[in-house]
């Protein structure tokens, strides 16, 4: 079965880092994967776009992130990465990565990020 599988999240002090990973089973093959994101959603709010990179490796980031979280992917692997940098109370959501094939989207289980002022 098709699935997505996150780790990296947990509990940090604001001004810390986290690197989030996310990694695609066996059954989406590499070739067919387009886009990979990131999205965030905080309790209350609505699932927001956090970055993305498509298989060109061309990136775009929401402005709350710009110049603190990078994205990045390994295609061999069929993984995608986030490294949070500087964070802050505000970024305290789950985060959940996301890939797009010609087909089909495949969503992640979703990953808990805590920042503690």
């Known amino acids: 079965q098709a699935q997505l599988v996150e780790s990296g999240g947990g509990l940090v002090q604001a001004g810390g880092s986290l690197r989030l990973s996310c990694a695609a089973s066996a059954s989406i093959f590499s070739s067919s994967i387009n886009d990979m994101e990131w999205y965030r959603q905080a309790p209350g709010k609505q699932r927001e776009l956090v970055a993305g990179?498509?298989?060109?490796?061309?990136?775009n980031y929401a402005d709350t992130v710009k110049g603190r979280f990078t994205i990045s992917r390994d295609n061999a692997k069929k993984t995608v990465y986030l490294q949070m940098n500087s964070l802050k109370p505000e970024d305290t959501a789950v985060y959940y990565c996301?890939?797009?094939?010609?087909?089909?989207?495949?969503w992640g289980q979703g990953t808990q990020v805590t920042v503690s002022s």
């Open positions: 990179i498509t298989r060109y490796q061309s990136t």
């Open positions: 996301k890939m797009s094939t010609y087909r089909n989207a495949y």
